[in-house]
């Protein structure tokens, strides 16, 4: 069984950084494009960014493009996020998904629905 865990969360000044990680075990890693989603309270749960199984198909969030980065390291088992330029709004739970796609696509996605395994979420907090 495909389990996800993620870390890295915590409490930073807005304008400071933070790289979450998402740490991949029991399947085949590169079977997977990795996303990211957040939930902030009373908000339903949003695309953060997400990253094809190759590393080289990535894609972002119009309100993150700029600031946030996606990565993987397939010899890890890891996803990463690098947050820079933290805003208030970028507080929320951050959850780390797995979309399982067949074959050799480059493809990645968006779509919540998309995401099959999902981690149980790291706090960032942005204080202003």
């Known amino acids: 069984q495909v389990q996800l865990v993620e870390s890295g969360g915590g409490l930073v000044q807005a304008g400071g950084s933070l790289r979450l990680s998402c740490l991949f075990s029991g399947g085949t890693f590169t079977s997977y494009a990795m996303g990211w989603f957040r939930q902030a309270p009373g908000k339903e749960r949003e695309f953060v960014a997400a990253v094809s199984w190759t590393g080289e198909n990535v894609d972002l969030a119009d309100s993150v493009e700029g600031r946030f980065t996606i990565s993987r390291d397939n010899a890890k088992n890891t996803v990463y996020l690098q947050m820079n330029s933290l805003k208030d709004e970028d507080s929320a739970v951050y959850y780390c998904?797995?979309?399982?796609?067949?074959?050799?696509?480059?493809?990645?996605?968006?779509?919540?629905?998309?995401?099959?395994?999902w981690g149980q979420g790291t706090q960032v907090t942005v204080s202003s």
């Open positions: 998904a797995a979309d399982y796609i067949p074959g050799t696509s480059d493809y990645v996605g968006d779509i919540f629905d998309e995401y099959i395994y």
